[in-house]
């Protein structure tokens, strides 16, 4: 079946560091591809997506490159912030299986000023 | 109010009583969903209401009961349950249950069952 495999948390940075969480999915066909964010206290929110092999996909200075030959979507920002601190999931939904979205684990990612 | 809202926020209840979880919607959208999220695993689907119609059930066990009275509101009902079912509770909503259709979710119920 379909799956999400991402990397294990948590991830502590500082302020104005790199960041990459790594995430890897099987599926049937050909699934779109989701990050979501869920902040303290709160629900998850949609960060980013991409549907199709190369596409990329950008919000509030996080990317991700729908990697179709490497089957990964992996999450990055080139500074990150202390309001980046949060739980961050990567997910699928594949046309061809469920219709259904498929999360991953989570990474819980720690910015320290 | 926007998006997607929940109430309560937070439920304590024992293992003989019933409560009931609910979920508006203010976006006009077709589907919505109920997932588990448990501390330490994936979040789980539940629940997936199209059109009011529920189209999947995803092995839930029948102490956790659905409804969706029209395409604004869903709810989760929920009886008998076990301290294993303490988790937060998230609804979320989408224009259609398309792959491509992105999900919005509410704040979600932390449910605790003692």
């Known amino acids: 079946g379909d799956s999400v495999t991402q990397m294990e948390g948590p991830v502590t940075l500082s302020e104005e560091a790199f960041l990459t969480i790594n995430c890897t999915y099987t599926a049937t066909g050909y699934p779109s591809l989701f990050w979501y964010v869920q902040y303290p206290g709160e629900g998850l929110q949609l960060l980013l997506k991409?549907?199709?092999?190369?596409d990329k996909g950008s919000n509030k200075g996080f990317e991700a490159t729908y990697r179709k030959e490497t089957t990964s979507f992996h999450l990055e920002k080139g500074s990150v912030q202390v309001s980046d601190s949060a739980v961050y999931f990567c997910a699928l939904s594949d046309p061809w299986g469920a219709q259904k979205l498929v999360f991953g684990q989570g990474t819980r990612l720690t910015i320290n000023p | 109010e926007t998006g997607v809202t929940q109430t309560p926020r937070h439920l304590v209840m024992g293992m003989t009583n019933k409560k009931s979880l609910k979920c508006e919607q203010h976006?006009?959208?077709?589907?919505m969903y109920w997932y588990k999220q448990s501390a330490k695993k994936p979040l789980e689907l539940m629940f997936v209401?199209?059109?009011?119609?529920?189209?999947e059930n995803n092995s839930v066990p029948s102490r956790f009961s659905p409804e969706c009275p029209n395409s604004s509101h869903l709810f989760l009902h929920l009886h008998t349950l076990q301290p294993e079912d303490s988790a937060l509770y998230l609804c979320?909503?989408?224009?259609?249950?398309?792959?491509?259709?992105?999900?919005?979710f509410g704040p979600g119920t932390r449910l605790t069952v003692l």
């Open positions: 976006l006009g959208h077709n589907a």
């Open positions: 979320a909503s989408s224009q259609d249950k398309g792959a491509t259709d992105t999900q919005y």
């Open positions: 991409a549907t199709k092999a190369d």
């Open positions: 209401y199209s059109l009011e119609e529920r189209v």
